[in-house]
């Protein structure tokens, strides 16, 4: 038999799960003692109800009650199972399998709704310091939460301070692009026309300042040669005398000198 709990639109089931018989605990409400429930080893239930509560009881009191009342009990006073929100739920209470007994000892069957709450045998609070152990599971539960952000958080910080220190030595270091063959071959050719586009201009520039060389058809004697540039380069003019020409040794006589040299000589002597 399965119903419906009023205002949660949740199923809930009376099928049966495990639960270590024999057990003893009390429905309260606030600390306001309602029923105390025994079920014994063979899984018979008992209970006793407070006459003289106002609190309305959350289990029939006209009829005997069977395990199914409390497998429904229990079950409507957690979280159900196979929603968008019970792994939340079960690791906030650290549960790893969803069995509703543990969850029901975790929880103490408390819901935001009311005060109701079950106090097991052996357990001797009152429900303000139930209210807080409650509460400490969603507490702890968000200060995890916070924790993880904050984790999360310092790791994208360092991740991108990481990112932008390697960015920044990137950047430092200088480019060296890989050169092919083609790019090794211009780069040598264009090294090449420019030494000998530098080479032109100097010889260019050492022919305008260096006259240019009497060039004939027949070669001039060393001597004659001499007697040309000493004549070129004479401080002072020449002084006339009628001394004999001076004999010219064997060597130049033995080389004749080109009709344009001589005259160039006869000029430079004038």
């Known amino acids: 038999m399965k119903v419906i709990k009023s205002n949660t639109y949740n199923i809930i089931s009376s099928e ?20 105390e429930y025994t079920i014994s080893e063979a899984g018979v239930v008992d209970y006793s109800f407070n006459p003289n509560a106002n609190e309305k009881i959350l289990t029939s009191i006209r009829r005997p009650l069977t ?12 979280f159900p199972d196979k929603t968008p929100y019970t792994a939340i739920e079960m690791e906030r209470f650290e549960i790893e399998e969803y069995q509703q ?10 819901l935001p709704g009311d005060k109701y709450w079950f106090r097991f045998e052996g357990e001797y609070i009152n429900y303000k310091t139930a ?3 409650n509460r ?20 994208a910080v360092a991740e991108e301070a990481e990112i932008q220190e390697e960015t920044t030595e990137t950047l430092a270091e200088p480019l060296q692009p890989e050169m092919s063959k083609v790019d090794v ?29 009497i060039v004939s058809d027949e070669k001039m004697s060393d001597d004659a040669i001499a007697v040309l540039l ?34 160039a000589l006869f000029a430079q002597n004038q």
Do not use: W
């Not at 003893?24 to 309602?34: I, P, R, W």
């Open 185 to 213: 071959d211009i780069m040598r050719d264009d090294m090449v026309n420019s030494l000998m586009s530098s080479l032109s201009n100097e010889l260019k520039i050492q022919e305008s300042i260096d006259p240019p060389e």
């Open 131 to 133: 209210l807080h152990e």
């Open 230 to 263: 000493a004549a070129s380069f004479a401080s002072e003019p020449p002084v006339e005398t009628t001394a004999a020409p001076a004999e010219v040794s064997e060597s130049a006589s033995s080389e004749k000198i080109s009709d344009d040299a001589i005259a």
């Open 101 to 110: 007994y543990a969850i029901i000892r975790k929880t103490r069957g408390m």
């Open 67 to 78: 395990l199914s009342d409390i497998y429904f009990l229990f079950s409507s006073r957690i």
């Open 136 to 155: 400490a599971y969603y507490e702890n539960s968000y200060k995890k939460y916070l924790e993880s952000i904050e984790t999360a958080s310092a790791a």
């Open 16 to 35: 049966p799960f495990e639960i270590p018989f024999p057990v003893v605990f009390e429905l309260l409400s606030g600390n306001t003692l309602l029923v």
